[in-house]
């Protein structure tokens, strides 16, 4: 049976012309003319039944359905394009992982190890890509997940399984300068400094000195930033103590620009994990990858 499906060219344009509203700025895109653009998008409309487009003192604005249906649109030609280059790039030869981790856990921890994935699994290709919070994978492409959580958190996420590989050590830590000459700081000592916060774990700090059973009225203040990366970076420059997962700092410790403040670990719960979608068949190099994640983090 004919699959109901639009041309490939009138979802270009459709899809151009919803990201531009603009009929004009899409054919420039597309190398088309105007009228080629809106032929297109004509026949398009009469195809689907419904108006995807209405006329503004501006020119063009998306309908209600018409935004609807540029968001699906917008997923599956990204989609499409994503599987032509994975063919193009391996000749359909090799296989291919789709990846979502965490940003510094990728950048830090697992890309430096990717050499040897290659070296022992030389036709898998990881593509790799950042999330830091849970997601539909029915609604991505992605076949599994490097994920930074609690327990509660995993569990939560529905229709997934997951591994855990290892439990996250955090443990605040700054430039050697801001020691002044000693071996560590006291918590005490440490509240009176300045602290670098992290965006994605705005209480960390809090949670912290509480631990250590220490009152710190300025424990959510302080230069903000999203990323570890980033913060490792502020606390090498001196701009105050970071706390962040040991493992995302091992190279910075090693050359001495960072040095641990306090050896007092934040029990935190917070675990990586190995996520990937229940209830369908994952492709081979799931399993591949995962066989050869596991080593590396006993």
Known sequence: MRRKIPSLQALACFDAAARHQSYTRAAQELALTQGAVSRQLTALEDFVGVALFQRTRHGVALTERGRAYAVQVALRLQALERDTLDVMSTQGRASVLHLAAVPTFATRWLIPRLPDLKRTQPELTVHIE??????????????????????????????????????????????????????????????????????????????????QGVAAPHALSGARFELFSMTAAAAVHGMGVALVPRLLIQDELQRGELVVACDQALANQRAYYFVQPEGKDNPPATQIFLDWLTPHTN
Do not use: H, Y
């Open 130 to 211: 950042t999330r830091t919070r849970p997601f539909m994978f029915a609604d991505t492409p992605f076949d599994a997940a490097l994920f930074a959580g609690t327990p509660e958190q995993v569990n939560q996420w529905a229709g997934t399984r997951a591994v855990k590989l290892f439990d996250e050590v955090v443990l605040p830590v700054c430039a050697p300068a801001l020691l002044a000459g000693a071996s560590s700081l006291t918590p005490d000592a440490i509240a009176q400094l300045p602290l670098l916060q992290q965006s994605t774990r705005p209480d960390v700090w809090r949670q912290w000195f509480e631990a």
